[in-house]
């Protein structure tokens, strides 16, 4: 089956620091999502980008189907954007989302 | 509107009962999945349910787990004769799966705790 690689596993930062976290797939897939878990465990819906650019305030994602990989870049990080942010591709031909292994952030006031 | 829920939040069962986790996916939303996710194994999917059509059921690690969705709706996963290792977080997830269109939208999640 398909392989989803996150990197950094973790990453600490200041609050203001910006970062680039990095999800690698091993075949062409149909969508990517990104999701940020919450300290409560729910899944919460960052990004739907099969590829592009797309930008939601702080955030932002780029995805190149290409070369098989996509990019989530925090900006002016803040405490709350701690947690783990996921990686998820989907074929359609699997019926299944597959995930990567989590970045685990920390942010620090 | 409305997302997607679950219930129980919480279930704490004792090794060898059966358990049964509901979800109620958006409205409107076709497709509907189940994933677990536990320490050692990160987040896998379980089963699959799109329409009227056969449930897609390659992710379920047992026997002792079905899973059925009633009327294209509301879905309940059963674990039966549950097993220490079957403590996890399940999750529930649907999606509209029109013109291409494949975002899943996930509930909050039962944590189950097999003692």
């Known amino acids: 089956g398909i392989q989803v690689e996150q990197s950094p596993p973790d990453l600490i930062l200041q609050e203001g620091a910006n970062s680039t976290l990095r999800c690698n797939f091993s075949d062409s897939v149909n969508n990517l999502q990104w999701f940020h878990q919450n300290p409560w465990g729910q899944l919460i819906n960052l990004f739907y980008i099969p590829s592009g650019t797309k930008q939601n305030g702080r955030l932002s994602a780029t995805t190149v189907a290409t070369e098989r990989y996509s990019l989530l870049y925090i900006s002016s990080s803040q405490t709350t954007d701690s947690g783990v942010y996921f990686c998820?591709?989907?074929?359609?031909?699997?019926?299944?989302?597959?995930f990567g292994g989590g970045t685990r952030v920390l942010v620090k006031p | 509107g409305a997302g997607v829920s679950q219930s129980p939040s919480n279930k704490v069962t004792e090794k060898g009962k059966d358990v049964e986790l509901r979800c109620d996916p958006i409205s409107g939303h076709t497709a509907l999945y189940w994933y677990r996710q536990s320490l050692g194994q990160g987040l896998e999917f379980l089963i699959y349910?799109?329409?009227?059509?056969?449930?897609?059921k390659s992710g379920l690690p047992s026997d002792r787990f079905s899973a059925e969705r009633t009327g294209g709706s509301v879905s309940t996963l059963t674990i039966q004769r549950t097993q220490q290792e079957d403590s996890a977080v399940y999750l529930c997830a649907s999606s509209l799966l029109s013109s291409g269109t494949y975002e899943q939208y996930f509930g909050p999640g039962t944590r189950l705790t097999v003692t």
């Open positions: 998820a591709v989907f074929k359609a031909a699997s019926n299944k989302l597959t």
């Open positions: 349910f799109q329409g009227n059509s056969a449930p897609d």
